[in-house]
């Protein structure tokens, strides 16, 4: 984990538990962490899930990976070094979303097994709940699709580190949930989720 550098600071506890907030939320915050190729379909089950949740009447807030990178991780590249300190802050951001009992569905290629790793072991140690979710498409449908044009400029090498292309990606070992979106529709793959969620105990049955 990334070093403590502020020295004299203390953690301030409320009044107001978890617990206290998950009773008036009627669901439990909990981080579904979508993973997989660029064009694999993560923000678009991302949004759909919301959506879904919405009409149920559950509060969730997407952390998408191009928002993120115009606002608080402006100042990040591609690097690896980047990419893992991206990563690092959205976990602690997803954290604290959790924390106040909302479901925070994020949306990130993560390519490295570490960095997913570190968020999760972050999630865990507060006793919250980490899905991690592999979006799993081919690197030839993800290509196919190329909803941003991005593959089409990385082989033309006007991107560089893109991940497929010539930087690596490091699908889940063991993923909570295993989305194949070149062979699931949409709403089958939100239903999953939900069913996932209420089998868990972060939504009531």
């Known amino acids: 984990m990334t070093e403590q550098k502020a020295t004299n600071v203390h953690w301030h506890e409320g009044e107001i538990s978890r617990e206290d907030r998950d009773?008036?939320?009627?669901?439990?915050?909990?981080?579904?962490?979508?993973?997989?190729?660029s064009g694999s379909g993560?923000?678009?089950?991302?949004?759909a899930l919301e959506e879904a949740l919405f009409e149920r009447g559950h509060l969730s807030y997407r952390l998408d990976g191009d928002n993120i990178r115009l606002?608080?991780?402006?100042?990040l590249g591609f690097s690896a070094d980047d990419r893992t300190e991206n990563i690092r802050r959205i976990g602690e951001i997803a954290k604290?979303?959790?924390?106040?009992?909302?479901?925070a569905l994020t949306s990130f290629i993560s390519p490295y097994r570490e960095d997913r790793d570190k968020v999760r072991?972050?999630?865990?140690?507060a006793g919250m709940p980490f899905i991690e979710v592999f979006v799993d498409c081919s690197l030839d449908e993800?290509?196919?699709?190329?909803?941003?044009?991005?593959?089409?400029?990385?082989?033309?090498g006007e991107i560089k580190n893109f991940t497929g292309i010539d930087d690596p990606y490091e699908a889940p070992?063991?993923?909570?949930?295993?989305?194949?979106?070149?062979?699931?529709?949409?709403?089958?793959?939100?239903?999953?989720?939900?069913?996932?969620?209420?089998?868990?105990?972060?939504?009531?049955?």
Do not use: C
Not at 121 to 125: C, K, M, Q, T
């Open 23 to 37: 009773r008036l939320m009627n669901q439990r915050g909990a981080t579904l962490w979508f993973t997989g190729l």
């Open 42 to 47: 993560k923000s678009t089950i991302a949004v």
């Open 71 to 75: 606002g608080i991780n402006k100042n």
């Open 96 to 103: 604290l979303f959790v924390d106040s009992s909302v479901i």
């Open 121 to 125: 072991a972050l999630h865990e140690e």
């Open 142 to 156: 993800a290509e196919k699709r190329d909803p941003k044009g991005l593959y089409k400029k990385a082989r033309a």
């Open 173 to 205: 070992e063991k993923a909570e949930i295993h989305l194949h979106t070149d062979q699931m529709s949409l709403q089958e793959e939100v239903d999953l989720l939900l069913a996932y969620l209420t089998q868990h105990n972060i939504l009531p049955a």
